[in-house]
């Protein structure tokens, strides 16, 4: 099980969390205005990055709050974890064939 | 009308430890057990959220309300008196009035709502939403342990300390470590109260220790 620090409780379980998907996608300005298309690649596509991800979690069972997680996908490695406003973590990004 | 046909909100209210039929099993002290679960009835609690960075003023408000510094500091409570005050989240507490008065909460939130006047803050009375269970006595870690991810050793869970976490598989509990006895009060939803309750006691079968029943005062 993962050891997720998250940045307002401190180092919990994986169990007390939920899983957001990818972080930083930037949702279009005027949903209203962009096709079909481009608004289904931003609800369902992600980068799926084998390696160091950025991803967002919520402390579901915690503090309830939304922060982002710094995570290497095939190792499981947690890089570190940010809240939502601030800039992520300087990291060696590593992505595997 | 005559006064036995008066109601009153206390002769209404139901415990949430009636369908367990805790009176018969109650006994004076540990007596030897490992870990003794308290029922605690009625206990009037109040979620405060606020912003303090957006709203300074709300900090000294409270303050002249309760007497309470607001703990910023997370996983961390305050406690004077009969009340006490727990950090939920960064904008979030759980004021806790330890008094079984039928109003005890709703008072609680009147004072708060008089003195945030103008302050962008939400107070709301959630005395019935909860329940609270004491838990004691030498064993209440090893036996909490079972129950919750948290890890319950001295050094990483200390009196004054308050985490919300995962109960069994299915519902968040906060739980306030108040002194090194060490005694506990968990707060669960109400309707989970049986749930949690038969869990601990499983645990406490786990554990191999036994679990007393204790009074609530």
Redo the contacts between chains.
Sequence with gaps: MLLIPCPYCGARTENEFAYGGEAHKVRPEHPEEVSDEAWADYLFLQKNTNGTYYERWVHAHGCRRWFNLVRDTLTNQVHGAYKIEEEPPKVDETTYV | MPDSMMTTAASLRHSPFDPLHLAVRTQDGLQGAGIGLIPRDFRGLVTLRVDLDREPTARQAVTDATGLDLPTA??TAASQDRLSVLW???D?WLFVVDDPAPDAGADLQTKLTGLLEGVFAQVVDVSGAQAAIGVTGPDAREVLERAV??DMHPRSFQPGQV????FGRHT?VSLHLKDDQPTLDLYCRRSFTGYVWRYLEDCAKGAETTLAVLADR
């Design positions: 997370p996983n939920l989240g960064p979030e991810p948290l985490k919300h976490t995962l968040g």
